[in-house]
């Protein structure tokens, strides 16, 4: 069974630009999540979806930003024009729907230049 | 808001001693607290979970403890191994899924 996989795994783009990122869950999990990693800080969740809903984006920034996890393909992370400050580690992370445990992807590296 | 609080400071162990991180948490108890080792550069790999009425919780040399009354977690290595050398973070779960993750402890076993 193939893990969470996050594509792609490094990612350059200058300000301005537009970064997606994406996300492929686990087999047969429904639930997936979104997490940022500023250097040396720790996670922190941005939005939480199942399939074709967004059921909890409590802490993505109101602006720029955007999730979705179409019926079919992968979940997206959109960030529009990135600054500077948007260089982190974006883990998406994707859970069964009877189990609260969650399996991470390894990361999209962001770097805005 | 609720809060994770994990020990900033590494944690250095000699080999085969235990290992014990600790993270308290604010406000009032979650459901559950997870636990997760993440090595440099790479993702969070989730190891256990306990439930708010579950007061002890092992996975072969792994042990977590659940305290509401001193609203903390202990979470023990036992035997423990250069390889375990890792940031261990603590999460606290919501009513929503969401997680919410302390910083992290560093924990470094000397051979």
């Known amino acids: 069974n193939a893990g969470v996989m996050q594509n792609p795994r490094h990612l350059v783009r200058r300000r301005g630009q537009e970064a997606r990122l994406r996300c492929s869950p686990m087999?047969?999990?429904?639930?997936v999540y979104w997490y940022r990693q500023l250097p040396e800080e720790g996670l922190k969740f941005m939005v939480y979806l199942q399939k074709e809903n967004i059921i909890d984006e409590s802490g993505m920034p109101k602006e720029r930003f955007s999730a979705e996890f179409p019926k079919e393909g992968p979940s997206i992370l959109r960030i529009q024009q990135v600054v500077r400050g948007d260089s982190a580690a974006y883990f998406c992370?994707?859970?069964?729907?009877?189990?609260?445990?969650?399996?991470f992807g390894p990361g999209t590296r962001l770097t805005v230049t | 808001s609720q809060k994770i609080e994990q020990n900033s400071e590494a944690l250095n162990i000699q080999e085969g001693k235990t290992a014990t991180l600790t993270c308290n948490y604010t406000?009032?108890?979650?459901?559950?607290l997870q636990w997760y080792r993440q090595d440099p550069g790479r993702g969070p790999v989730f190891l256990l979970l306990?439930?708010?009425?579950?007061k002890e919780k092992r996975k072969e040399r792994l042990k977590v403890t659940f305290d509401t009354t001193l609203k903390q977690s202990l979470f023990h290595i036992t035997a423990s191994q250069p390889a375990d050398s890792a940031t261990y973070l603590c999460a606290r779960g919501t009513g929503r899924r969401a997680l919410t993750f302390g910083s992290g402890t560093r924990l470094q076993v000397q051979p």
């Open positions: 087999k047969g999990h429904s639930h």
């Open positions: 406000n009032y108890s979650p459901a559950y």
């Open positions: 306990i439930r708010e009425n579950e």
């Open positions: 992370a994707s859970s069964p729907a009877d189990n609260y445990e969650q399996y």
